[in-house]
């Protein structure tokens, strides 16, 4: 007959198994505040969910609020996650996960998961829980870079406080991409830890535990709260479970690319100084109340993506509204036409590359309604300048332009000033947003 230290063995091994390696400190961690800034690939957000459910499991009297910064990302990313996990732990039995409203509640228990977008954060004050028996202690904030104010960070955290069981811990998580040294929450982590390339090169992770107190202003009066953090940078060295596809992506990243890769690939910050776009924010769009759709498209395949996008301009407000975005790699034509088709209305006008006229033949025959982007002496620098004239609203889902906004910079002289040439390189989304603004900027 198996013994209870044989089974809590057992059950230890498994859960190692499932975790993987890398996230011990954090996995431990009972302090107030956790931030991990991680590249792609580095299983930050899995762990995250996996973690999660871990906890509401030994702390049955806990619940948890999971945000985004808007409502629309959440069926995507935080609510599959955490089900994933749910399922991975093998707990699904004993959770009941709806989508309208976004919800999960523990059959036994009744703990309760809640997800809200950041929209308007306000109205996450007033959660209510019917058990008095539970309590809002965890929070997670997932793709926290969307986050433009940090008051909305602060006060959210703020208004989940309460008095707790005891053996309890109060604790919010924020998990972000580095795509610029200019954002609040990375800024929060260089202060205190200096990210080290040979570091995150040789190891996958850097990591510091902080105590300060914070002073803010909440609901009109200072508030000062000393706080504990785990500070954590991660990269994909430290995930096991990665493909050997992607650790292929990421040496190919490196080799040919190494600026970039020291972001999207160790998760180092974007660095600001030579960045062309520093004029744009993540926003949630209501495309509906947009007029004068436009749309670009410039052609990938192998390392590089078809990237697409549509978008409104706003003249009169120097606004430019980004919706919606696809971007894939190794499609050819036809796919690409498939693919474009979900996305557009029959006969939707789209502004390619003019440097690919094969290719935009070929989409016409597929149905697409596609015309070469006009190219005049200097376009690229005038697009460029141009678009630098307006503030560029985001929608979330648009990744792919996020990142680029992150990465892409002026050349630069060997002093290190910026030159007034675009490295060409992170500008497969940029370019397809020029292309369908060229009449704009080319007409002046």
Known sequence: ???????????????????????????????????????????????????????????PKACLLAMRNTAVTIKDSIYADLKWACKKLKLDSEWDFIKSPFEATNKITGQKIFFRGLDDWQKIASITIDDPELVLCFSWFEEAFEIANIETYRNVKLSIRGKLPEGYFSQSVASLNPWSDQHFLVKMITTKLTPGENILLEKGKQQIVTEEEQEFEYQGEQVKQKVSQLLMITNYKINEFLDIKDYAKQENLKNNDYEAYKTAGLGMPGISKGLIF????????????????????????????????????????????VFDE???????????????????????????D???PKSIAELNKYGINAIPAQKGPDSLKHGIHWLQGFEIIVNPKCQGLIAEFGLYKWKLDKLGNPLDIPEDKNNHYIDALRYGSDDLYLAR
Do not use: C
């Open 1 to 59: 007959m198996i013994t209870k230290a044989e089974k809590m063995a057992i059950e230890k091994i498994n859960l190692q198994q499932i975790i993987g390696i890398g996230y011990n400190k954090f996995w431990n961690f009972k302090g107030d505040e956790v931030i991990i800034m991680g590249s792609k690939g580095s299983k930050k957000s899995k762990t995250i969910a996996l973690r999660w459910m871990y906890l509401l499991k030994k702390y």
């Open 326 to 352: 696809f971007g894939a790699t190794e499609l050819d034509n036809e796919q690409l036409a498939i693919e474009l088709n979900k996305r557009i209305t029959k006969y939707a006008l789209i502004k390619a």
């Open 278 to 321: 520093k004029n744009w924010k993540v926003e949630n769009i209501d495309n509906s109340k947009l007029e004068m759709i436009r749309r670009g498209l410039d052609f990938g395949y192998s390392s590089d993506p078809s990237a697409f996008l549509q978008f409104s301009v706003d003249i009169k407000h120097k606004k430019i509204y």
């Open 354 to 356: 003019s440097a690919e």
